[in-house]
């Protein structure tokens, strides 16, 4: 099941959310965050790998992992 939540008040200033995801019939979900035309950050949850991953590729200040090409990820 998806369900969206948008909140347009968020300024940039520090902001706190608790979040409960249900994840007996789901393996994996996705979080977009300051999602616009040009940019936007995922925080992916994989159950099946136990594995979190934050990804900045469409961010306007990508981190890029030097050492290998188009690493835009941190796991």
Partial sequence: MSRDYENSSMDGRSQQMEVQFDMQKGNKFTTEFFKG????????F?????????DRRNTEYSIVNL???????RS
């Fill in 37 to 44: 035309e040009n940019e936007k950050l995922l925080l992916t």
């Fill in 46 to 54: 994989n159950k099946s790998r136990n594995v979190m991953v934050l």
């Fill in 67 to 73: 050492g290998t090409k188009n690493d835009f990820t």
